[in-house]
């Protein structure tokens, strides 16, 4: 006898067990978890032969993005003094907010 098993990573990212009230829509649940809550529990992009091939698209795109945020703007903390704590990494107590300038493209 065969027994055929099928994972489906879209059943396992509303499982209540990892993510709590899994249908709100809640992007933060899956900050700052890494493979999420428990190993292989957040997939976006699925994994071994069939991953998603557009991986590596949206990880061009988001560098893009943060290559024009890094050079057409000036950064500034909004707490400069901001204390960390290590929680087992280190984690900025209040968030690390940031405000954001736009170069003066005029006078640079």
């Known amino acids: 006898m065969k027994l055929h098993l099928h994972w489906n990573m879209y059943a396992t990212h509303k499982n209540p067990d990892y993510f709590p009230d899994p249908e709100k829509f809640d992007p933060s649940r899956f900050q700052g978890q890494g493979q999420g809550p428990a190993p292989y529990s ?6 071994g032969p069939r991953m998603c091939p557009g991986k590596e698209y949206a990880r061009f795109k988001i560098l893009v993005f943060m290559h024009n945020v890094v050079t057409r703007f000036k950064w500034e903390m909004v707490f400069p003094d901001e204390k960390m704590i290590m929680d087992p990494v280190l984690i900025p107590t209040k968030g690390l907010p940031i ?9 640079d």
Do not use: T
Not at 42 to 47: A, D, E, Q, R
Not at 99 to 107: I, K
């Open 99 to 107: 405000r954001l300038f736009p170069h003066n493209h005029h006078h």
């Open 42 to 47: 957040y997939v976006p992009f699925g994994g």
